[in-house]
């Protein structure tokens, strides 16, 4: 995987989790389950600032106003 490489301590518990549901849902490599974890919630934190961010949601309205216009 290309990338930048970013080093984790997990402690015990966590990594235990970490493996168990990695193995549970079909993924060999814990390492791999928590970028995918990280993934997501990178993912949904972006989702929530850009709702809270008020220039990203008049994007979308801005558009509803320039079809309205066009009708």
Do not use: C, H, T
């Not at 995987?1 to 993924?27: H, W």
Request: net charge negative; aromatic share 6%.
């Amino acid at each position: 995987m290309a990338g930048r490489k970013i080093q984790l301590n997990l402690p015990d518990e966590l990594f235990a989790q970490l493996e168990m549901v990695a193995s549970a849902l079909g993924i060999p490599d814990p390492a791999e389950a928590a970028v995918i974890g990280v993934a997501e919630w990178v993912s949904r934190q972006k989702s929530e600032m850009d709702d809270r961010d008020p220039r990203q949601r008049y994007f979308i309205n801005e558009a509803l106003d320039e079809l309205e216009k066009k009708k």
